[in-house]
């Protein structure tokens, strides 16, 4: 090995082999259940997860960090990802139901956006233009999923089954790819977006060696954050489908995460710890 092939390597390892941990508690640990997913950010910079303090809530924690229940909602069911289309419209996944609901930020109404009897459980959700929405859809008994195109028009539209486990969603900022990961088998898939919303071209964009992988989402480069469940930690893909870093969490099992309005932070929850990181960007 010549000692350019060294220097490489050792570049390498300095960034990919031992991740730096930056992230410190948003919210007391605790504030959140095991079960804390989502999240998103509204227009005014107020972070929104499921899970606060009990199952069957979503909870609201300002940019200054103070947190509440928003609404605790009926009919026994748990809720997932969440999303924003227009200004106070919010998607959220309700698995145990098969739903996908949406509820008005001023009113905090809730009603049913779609249903569809045959989902597995919505489980984390895209938006794309803010009328349509892509949901992943895991079947986590036997390891395969699938993957849903859900509009307010034509609900629920099949796009694929027979998937490994879909977790993590997310659709690039030009509006042109969609990544899909599969937790299990640890695999991120990238497909084109045509101009009428639908997907074609299915790649392989990245396969982890270990851990599991959930919630993903991509900062305004189009950089990839993708969370390491069960190792800790955020990994950063380039578009191109390079690894450029991970960041090291206090917490094992990161669930999913958001990012301020500006993009100087991103805010991971960690279940596990029943919290919410934050790593200043």
């Keep these: 090995m010549n000692s350019r092939s060294i ?7 300095l960034v990919s082999c031992n991740p730096s941990k930056s992230s410190i508690d948003f919210v007391p640990e605790g504030s959140f259940t095991k ?19 009990e199952e069957g809530t979503i909870g609201k924690v300002t940019p200054q960090g103070e947190s509440s229940v928003f609404i605790k909602l009926a009919d026994r069911s748990i809720r997932n990802g969440i999303r924003f289309g227009e200004k106070n419209q919010m998607f959220v996944a309700d698995y145990t139901n098969h739903n996908i609901l949406e509820i008005d930020l001023n ?4 009603k049913v956006f779609a249903h569809e009897s045959k989902a597995n459980q919505p489980n984390d959700l895209a938006v794309l ?3 349509i929405l892509f949901a ?13 195109r859900i509009t307010a028009d034509k609900g629920f539209e099949l796009l694929e089954k027979n998937m490994g486990t879909t977790n993590g969603i997310e659709v690039n900022p030009e509006g ?17 977006i045509t101009s009428r919303g639908r997907i074609e071209n299915k790649k392989l964009f990245y396969a982890f060696e270990d851990f599991g992988l959930d919630g993903m989402r991509t900062d305004t480069k189009g950089v990839l954050y993708v969370c390491r469940y069960g190792k800790g930690t955020l990994a950063l893909i380039s578009p191109q489908g390079k690894l450029i870093r991970e960041i090291l969490l206090k917490g094992k099992k990161p669930s999913n995460l958001t990012f301020s309005n500006d993009y100087t932070k991103c805010f991971i929850t960690l279940a596990d710890r029943g919290t919410i990181e934050v790593v200043d960007l």
């Design 7 to 13: 220097i490489s390597l050792s570049i390498f390892c």
């Design 35 to 53: 079960g804390i997913e989502g999240p998103a950010t509204d227009f005014e910079g107020n972070i929104f997860a499921v899970n606060f303090k």
């Design 107 to 110: 009113t905090r109404k809730v």
């Design 129 to 131: 233009k803010k009328k």
């Design 136 to 148: 992943s859809d895991p079947n986590w008994s036997d390891s395969t999923g699938q993957l849903w």
């Design 176 to 192: 042109t790819k969609l990544y899909v990961n599969e937790s299990v088998q640890r695999k991120i898939w990238v497909y084109d």
